[in-house]
């Protein structure tokens, strides 16, 4: 008796300890058999909780991503920790606050490698993973491509207007995908990424029709009818039952709310309340009305995939609530710093605790989101607000990376221009203040903005007066606009008044003397009216922080030392900016021209070859910058390659047929070749359309190389 109660002790022993070390987490989960979920991940950006009828009724009815929510758990109340693109999905891929990995913004920051990914994570426990991104704000040179298998970012690929290398749209990145899992084998992690609904608003027909007095309902209407031919895919193929699948936004629009057209720049819940859909295999569907976050997203990834949550996330899993439990009660940090870090306002922080919403700011605020979601009723003005700093303080401390990790980046020139495309960055990199008053504050900056946008908007509309007005009351209004200043000067230039610019721009440099934007704007313009002395005195004054980041400015150096004819000043300059970005195609081609300067001074054969090396490299970057193949080809007809000076200078006169040069130049050639018959075409095109601008000297020149052809031998 006592023997079988033994084996009956060793036998419940054994079958207690195979259950603890199936449930340990340091058992390898790789090679059991337990099938492994997939994970659908779908991120829209800009997208309104509001627009979607699974939140609301009032705007639009979206069914396909209906359908989402009808399979899985909607939260009512999920927040973004940052109103842009870049710091969010970072947030999300984390599972950290900004605080913590250093992102803050799209302009000026890299994701670390030091950082692990959702992608990463997932991979490590056999996962194939792949991403497609829509929007330029996650191109791979961000870092968050890290752990994925295959990060499709490839927007060159796709032309859609101007909009060609900013984004692509949501069928492209929707058909990838579909591609990409229709061969794929469990278990897999995609990421898929619908940039349409951020601004410009350009939806295609029948959207843009239907929508034309809101095309952002447009947007979102568009993509919800993409996103059907993936939805349809997961029904067909039963993904509801083996695929975890999170639909999120990445913040949303204001759309005029608050003063704030679009997003970026304030933090109410216009911008920060984000639509968030979990659907699981076996769990049904509902509704949860506790405060969440992007960083919760990864925690609940590893709850419901099984796999052991790494110990650094500063979200918590989502899986308690959707079982029916009450979330433990956290702070909500929230952060908006574009305008600090692109503008040198007033930088914005803040938390959400319980139905309590805290910024803080020059001029603070706090809303009761329980009474007040719009947050139209500012309580900051009647209530004692050190407890709301302290707790700002201690979440700041608590939440921040005790390395001090920075995620700064040099950003290149390439990224300047297309985030510029999409509304990004004015004066990128502007001195920082280290107090701020009232005046500083992001609410009392934006209406002057936005009045500069609206100017821009109406001059481009054909009502120039207009234009011209409204910028002027804005500097007449506020002296420390930096976009009011270069937008004055921007129109009185396109009007031919480049004087009126560069008095406009001078003013600027008075009140804001730091300025980079200001500085940038009034180098080039007085290199375009030849007061170089002027460029080189005010860039020479003083080292700019600049300077060691931004190759532009070293461009205008470059450019000012030439036009003083100082060519070994201007490519030293040159060169400066290329050991920045050695991708800046106008630089390649200003320190080819300043080569070919020196050239036809010294006839030095290798000075003409690095000049001839460094158009080429301009005309490789950049295959329609019809400049540097006119200047190529002056470059070879100077040392006789004849067949190669034509192809360069017909190429540069098929790219830009209302340039005159190369007309000119291939006169020379031919006339060279000895084919005067050619050579007087040439001349007398030339003639034609461009006798008029030129100098006495010019035109003496041009008469007698067109006698020289029509002279018989």
Same mark, same amino acid.
Request: hydrophobic share 35%.
């Given at each position: 008796?006592?023997?079988n109660?033994?084996v009956?002790?060793?036998?419940?022993?054994?079958?207690?300890?195979?259950?603890f070390?199936?449930g340990?987490?340091l058992v390898s989960?790789k090679?059991?058999?337990?099938?492994?979920?997939?994970?659908?991940?779908?991120s829209?950006?800009?997208?309104r909780a509001?627009?979607?009828?699974c939140?609301?009724?009032?705007?639009?009815?979206?069914?396909?991503?209906?359908?989402?929510?009808?399979?899985?758990?909607i939260?009512?109340r999920?927040?973004a920790?940052n109103?842009?693109?870049?710091?969010?999905h970072t947030?999300?891929?984390?599972?950290l606050?900004?605080?913590?990995?250093?992102?803050?913004?799209?302009?000026n920051?890299?994701?670390?490698?030091?950082?692990?990914t959702?992608a990463?994570?997932l991979?490590?426990?056999?996962?194939?993973?792949?991403?497609?991104?829509?929007?330029?704000?996650?191109?791979?040179?961000?870092?968050?491509?890290?752990g994925f298998?295959?990060?499709?970012?490839?927007y060159?690929?796709v032309?859609y *207007?101007k909009?060609?290398?900013?984004?692509r749209k949501?069928?492209?990145?929707?058909?990838k995908?579909?591609?990409w899992?229709?061969s794929r084998?469990?278990p897999?992690?995609? %990421?898929?990424?619908?940039?349409?609904?951020?601004?410009?608003?350009?939806?295609?027909?029948?959207?843009?029709t239907?929508?034309?007095?809101?095309?952002y309902?447009?947007?979102?209407? +568009?993509?919800?009818?993409?996103?059907?031919?993936?939805v349809?895919y997961?029904?067909?193929?039963?993904?509801f039952?083996?695929?975890?699948?999170?639909f999120?936004?990445?913040?949303?629009?204001?759309?005029g709310?608050?003063?704030?057209?679009?997003?970026?720049?304030?933090?109410?819940?216009?911008t920060?309340?984000?639509?968030?859909?979990?659907?699981?295999?076996?769990?049904n569907?509902?509704?949860?009305?506790?405060?969440v976050?992007?960083?919760?997203i990864?925690?609940?990834?590893?709850?419901?995939?099984?796999?052991?949550?790494?110990?650094?996330? *500063?979200?918590?899993?989502?899986?308690p609530a959707i079982?029916?439990?009450?979330?433990p009660?956290?702070?909500?940090?929230f952060?908006?710093?574009?305008?600090?870090y692109?503008?040198?306002?007033?930088?914005?922080?803040?938390?959400?605790y319980?139905?309590?919403?805290y910024?803080?700011?020059?001029?603070?605020e706090?809303?009761?989101?329980?009474k007040d979601?719009e947050?139209?009723?500012?309580?900051?003005?009647?209530?004692?607000?050190?407890?709301?700093?302290?707790?700002?303080a201690?979440i700041?401390k608590? *939440?921040?990376?005790?390395?001090n990790i920075?995620?700064r980046?040099?950003?290149?020139r390439e990224?300047?221009?297309?985030?510029?495309?999409?509304?990004?960055?004015?004066?990128?990199q502007?001195?920082?203040?280290?107090?701020?008053?009232?005046?500083?504050?992001?609410?009392?900056?934006l209406p002057?903005?936005?009045?500069?946008m609206?100017?821009?908007?109406?001059? *481009?509309?054909?009502k120039?007066?207009?234009g011209?007005?409204?910028?002027?009351?804005?500097?007449?209004?506020?002296?420390?606009?930096?976009?009011?200043?270069?937008g004055l000067?921007?129109?009185y230039?396109?009007e031919?008044?480049?004087?009126?610019a560069?008095a406009?721009?001078? %003013?600027?440099?008075e009140y804001?003397?730091?300025?980079y934007?200001?500085?940038?704007?009034?180098?080039r313009y007085?290199n375009?009216?030849?007061?170089?002395?002027?460029?080189?005195?005010?860039?020479?004054?003083?080292?700019?922080?600049?300077?060691?980041?931004?190759?532009e400015?070293?461009?205008?150096?470059g450019?000012?030392?030439?036009g003083?004819?100082?060519?070994e000043?201007?490519?030293?300059?040159?060169?400066?900016?290329?050991?920045?970005?050695?991708?800046?195609?106008?630089v390649?081609?200003?320190?080819g021209?300043a080569?070919?300067?020196?050239?036809?001074?010294?006839?030095?054969?290798k000075?003409?070859?690095k000049?001839?090396?460094?158009?080429?490299?301009?005309?490789?970057l950049?295959?329609?910058y019809?400049?540097?193949?006119?200047?190529?080809?002056?470059a070879?007809?100077?040392i006789g390659?004849?067949?190669?000076?034509? +192809?360069?200078?017909?190429?540069?006169?098929?790219?830009r047929?209302d340039?005159g040069?190369p007309?000119?130049?291939?006169?020379l050639?031919y006339l060279?070749?000895?084919?005067?018959?050619?050579?007087?075409?040439?001349?007398s095109?030339?003639?034609?359309?461009?006798?008029?601008?030129?100098?006495?000297?010019?035109?003496?020149?041009?008469?007698?190389?067109?006698?020289?052809c029509k002279r018989?031998p």
């Amino acid at each position: 008796m006592r023997k079988n109660r033994s084996v009956f002790f060793l036998f419940l022993l054994c079958f207690f300890l195979i259950i603890f070390l199936s449930g340990s987490p340091l058992v390898s989960r790789k090679n059991t058999k337990i099938p492994r979920l997939n994970l659908l991940f779908i991120s829209i950006d800009t997208l309104r909780a509001d627009r979607l009828s699974c939140y609301s009724k009032e705007h639009l009815h979206t069914p396909n991503i209906d359908i989402l929510a009808e399979n899985g758990i909607i939260f009512s109340r999920a927040f973004a920790h940052n109103p842009t693109t870049l710091p969010s999905h970072t947030n999300m891929l984390l599972g950290l606050t900004p605080l913590y990995h250093g992102v803050h913004e799209n302009t000026n920051f890299i994701v670390r490698e030091k950082f692990l990914t959702l992608a990463e994570y997932l991979k490590s426990f056999s996962y194939s993973t792949m991403a497609i991104v829509g929007g330029y704000p996650l191109h791979s040179r961000f870092g968050l491509s890290q752990g994925f298998d295959i990060y499709d970012d490839d927007y060159e690929t796709v032309k859609y *207007q101007k909009l060609a290398f900013g984004e692509r749209k949501a069928e492209v990145v929707v058909d990838k995908a579909l591609g990409w899992l229709k061969s794929r084998k469990s278990p897999w992690f995609l %990421m898929i990424h619908c940039f349409d609904p951020h601004d410009p608003y350009e939806p295609p027909e029948p959207f843009k029709t239907k929508y034309e007095k809101n095309l952002y309902d447009g947007e979102v209407a +568009y993509v919800d009818f993409v996103l059907g031919k993936l939805v349809s895919y997961i029904k067909e193929n039963n993904l509801f039952d083996n695929t975890l699948i999170i639909f999120t936004g990445d913040h949303g629009e204001s759309l005029g709310q608050h003063g704030e057209m679009t997003h970026g720049y304030l933090a109410y819940n216009t911008t920060l309340w984000i639509p968030l859909i979990i659907s699981i295999p076996g769990v049904n569907p509902g509704k949860i009305d506790q405060t969440v976050s992007h960083i919760d997203i990864f925690p609940t990834v590893c709850d419901v995939l099984q796999v052991k949550k790494p110990s650094f996330l *500063q979200g918590i899993s989502l899986l308690p609530a959707i079982k029916g439990k009450r979330l433990p009660r956290r702070p909500i940090y929230f952060e908006s710093l574009y305008p600090y870090y692109s503008r040198g306002w007033a930088p914005v922080k803040g938390y959400i605790y319980r139905k309590e919403k805290y910024i803080e700011s020059p001029i603070p605020e706090l809303y009761d989101l329980d009474k007040d979601f719009e947050e139209l009723k500012n309580l900051a003005e009647k209530t004692k607000l050190g407890r709301y700093r302290e707790r700002l303080a201690r979440i700041i401390k608590e *939440q921040s990376n005790p390395e001090n990790i920075r995620a700064r980046q040099r950003i290149d020139r390439e990224s300047l221009e297309k985030l510029k495309s999409l509304g990004y960055i004015s004066s990128p990199q502007i001195s920082k203040k280290v107090s701020f008053g009232p005046e500083d504050d992001v609410k009392t900056l934006l209406p002057y903005h936005n009045k500069t946008m609206k100017a821009m908007e109406l001059y *481009q509309g054909g009502k120039i007066s207009e234009g011209f007005e409204l910028l002027k009351q804005v500097i007449t209004e506020r002296k420390d606009v930096d976009i009011a200043y270069t937008g004055l000067a921007t129109l009185y230039k396109d009007e031919g008044k480049l004087k009126e610019a560069l008095a406009v721009l001078k %003013m600027g440099l008075e009140y804001l003397p730091s300025s980079y934007g200001v500085i940038l704007s009034y180098a080039r313009y007085l290199n375009e009216a030849g007061q170089y002395n002027d460029v080189l005195a005010i860039l020479n004054k003083e080292r700019l922080p600049q300077m060691e980041h931004d190759p532009e400015i070293w461009n205008y150096l470059g450019v000012a030392y030439e036009g003083k004819g100082d060519f070994e000043k201007a490519v030293e300059a040159y060169g400066k900016a290329l050991s920045i970005d050695d991708e800046y195609a106008v630089v390649f081609r200003n320190l080819g021209t300043a080569y070919l300067s020196i050239y036809l001074k010294t006839r030095e054969l290798k000075t003409c070859e690095k000049s001839i090396q460094n158009l080429k490299r301009a005309t490789e970057l950049e295959p329609d910058y019809a400049s540097a193949y006119n200047r190529l080809g002056v470059a070879y007809r100077e040392i006789g390659k004849t067949e190669e000076a034509i +192809y360069c200078l017909k190429k540069a006169l098929e790219l830009r047929p209302d340039v005159g040069h190369p007309l000119f130049s291939l006169g020379l050639v031919y006339l060279d070749k000895g084919d005067k018959v050619k050579a007087l075409n040439y001349f007398s095109k030339y003639k034609e359309g461009y006798y008029s601008s030129l100098s006495l000297k010019e035109k003496e020149i041009l008469d007698s190389l067109i006698k020289k052809c029509k002279r018989k031998p």
